[in-house]
């Protein structure tokens, strides 16, 4: 397929062309609606039933001015007939609704790609704002790209000619004649969105009116003028029987949590201050109390993690979440819990630092601060999800082994994770495991310290149990009776048993799954949201002969037990 030509398009005869894979990436300015649009693609390419996987970008400051460079905001997903892992690297496609969603996102694009280009932004005001001295639009900057110069913004506004909606409210549904011009480029049904729509603004009809408008002409003008001279379709995946739903990795890890409270029988309490990007846990656990979740908006972190420990303390599946700036607050707190060990959840979607670093941008630079980051010795338990849909397994995990061995756990996601999505399918109940809480209700040999041979784990007993009344706190406990303990070997013997506990873990984290041959010349080791990059060049190297395999690392403290083995003295 060649550039766009001045050949007038209605001369050409459309064609029709299918094609595996499509990563596209929506990029506008923060208040053009770019992550509605690609959540709207998103969950129409999953109900069609190609497998997808996204990756939404947010601008990190808050209220950049309209059109400047720190103020652009991006939706980008990847569709396919096939297996994929990734939100996909170079877009193929890149639709830019003004000059600074063009200027951050061009080097992205691929040679060749699909460009879109509302022309009608490209206001001298704007380019000024976006850093071009030459309008690209008038030089040879753009040739090598199948160029698509449309007035989306006058398009959207001839269409709405009989709405009543205000000027302003009438641009802003460009998005959706944008996204009803990609509905049709990709053959993509519009009813799904028509549906949101009802939905969304059922008790606006105004806003509902305009919006399904703005999409019907965007969609009907590819169709028509025939500007686009080809038309691509995606099929099916071919994914395993069941049932699924597009998830992403904040949702799943709010349900994952929801889930393991329902499986141990206890309330879930979360306790958390907003912070990105883990602030949609909150939000999406505050939509569950009717499953007896209780959500806390803290004044602080401090406050947070705090109320999280009493809630843990008081018998409850105590949970607070954060990113790495918030975990940096909450260390004394997490000391805290390791001391008087209870069942104490951290959730830490990591983001790029230091300081507040990169909000809105993914770097797993945490695990030395999850592991290490609090005086003394203070060992926790780290579960780490791989992909989106992962999160809801390991936020069971997390609870499972911080109920189980009585001790605070970390549960490593990041940016990526929280914000990308993917088709999940729906776990049968009763493939879920048995974790059913039991507290300590008699008082006969009862001490707060006395431990379980086989787990380290000391009694889990509810304040207010007549009988059963006992001190915890900050300062060192005694063996077995709990009693504040100053004397040097019995905290010895404290800290390197709260150690062992950790490790004892070991013996319930599943063996480590290896992709590919077991045996072979290279193993790539991974964790976390590289699980998709590693998979898919695994896949590759391995589709061309190579011995390449690969692993990855959902448990990092303690690490599973054969690659202890493996890795001899190097790993402890």
């Not at 094609?19 to 609606?33: C, K, L, M, P």
């Not at 999505?421 to 879920?432: A, M, N």
């Not at 005694?478 to 070997?489: A, E, K, L, R, W």
């Amino acid at each position: 397929m060649s550039a766009t030509t001045t050949e007038d398009p209605r001369s050409i005869e459309p064609q029709f062309e299918e094609v595996e894979t499509v990563t596209i990436r929506f990029a506008g300015d923060s208040g053009d609606g770019m992550q509605i649009t690609g959540t709207q693609f998103t969950s129409t390419s999953a109900i069609i039933g190609n497998d997808i996987s996204t990756l939404p970008d947010f601008p990190a400051e808050i209220r950049a001015p309209a059109g400047s460079l720190p103020g652009v905001s991006g939706y980008q997903l990847n569709f396919s007939s096939r297996e994929i892992h990734t939100p996909g690297d170079e877009p193929n496609v890149l639709v830019a609704m003004n000059p600074a969603a063009l200027k951050v996102n061009l080097e992205d694009l691929e040679p060749g790609g699909i460009l879109v280009l509302n022309t009608d932004e490209f206001t001298d005001n704007n380019l000024k704002k976006a850093g071009y001295t030459v309008n690209p639009l008038a030089d040879d900057s753009l040739h090598g790209y199948r160029l698509f110069q449309l007035p989306i913004t006058s398009n959207t506004m001839k269409a709405l000619e009989t709405s009543s909606l205000p000027f302003k409210q009438q641009e802003r549904c460009k998005n959706f004649y944008a996204l009803g011009l990609m509905y049709w480029l990709y053959d993509r049904p519009m009813e799904p969105t028509l549906k949101w729509v009802e939905e969304k603004f059922g008790n606006k009809p105004a806003i509902a009116e305009a919006n399904v408008m703005a999409l019907k002409a965007g969609y009907n003008y590819a169709d028509t003028t025939e500007i686009f001279t080809t038309s691509y379709k995606v099929g099916k995946a071919k994914i395993k029987p069941g049932k699924y739903r597009n998830i992403t990795g904040n949702e799943a890890t709010a349900i994952g949590f929801v889930a393991a409270a329902q499986l141990t029988g206890r309330p879930l309490f979360y306790g958390s201050y907003p912070i990105t990007p883990a602030t949609d846990i909150l939000h999406e656990l505050s939509k569950h109390k009717n499953f007896g979740v209780k959500t806390f908006q803290a004044e602080d972190e401090i406050a947070a993690i705090g109320s999280a420990i009493g809630a843990a303390f008081a018998g409850h599946i105590g949970l607070t979440g954060t990113s790495g700036p918030g975990v940096a607050l909450k260390s004394e707190a997490i000391g805290l819990a390791v001391m008087t060990e209870l069942p104490l959840v951290i959730i830490d979607v990591q983001r790029g630092g230091p300081s507040t670093g990169l909000p809105t941008k993914t770097e797993q630079a945490d695990l030395l601060q999850a592991m290490f980051g609090r005086n003394s010795e203070s060992p926790v338990g780290i579960v780490a999800p791989a992909t989106p849909g992962d999160c809801f397994k390991m936020a069971i995990e997390a609870v499972r082994l911080a109920t189980k061995y009585m001790a605070p756990v970390f549960f490593l996601s990041d940016g990526y994770l929280a914000n990308g999505s993917e088709p999940w399918e729906i776990p049968r109940i009763e493939d879920l495991p048995q974790m059913k809480v039991e507290f300590r209700t008699e008082t006969e040999g009862f001490f707060p310290y006395l431990r379980d041979e086989k787990t380290l784990s000391r009694p889990w007993a509810i304040p207010g149990t007549p009988g059963l009344e006992h001190r915890i706190g900050g300062i060192e406990k005694q063996h077995i009776t709990g009693n504040v303990s100053y004397d040097p070997d019995n905290h010895d013997f404290m800290v390197r048993l709260r150690a062992e506990k950790i490790e004892r873990m070991q013996q319930d984290i599943p063996d480590l799954e290896v992709f590919g041959a077991p045996q072979g010349k290279v193993l790539v080791l991974g964790w976390g949201s590289t699980y998709g990059s590693i998979t898919t060049a695994v896949d590759q190297l391995q589709e061309q002969g190579l011995a390449v395999s690969s692993a990855h690392l959902r448990y990092l403290n303690p690490f599973p037990k054969i690659l202890v083995k493996f890795s001899g003295p190097l790993i402890r």
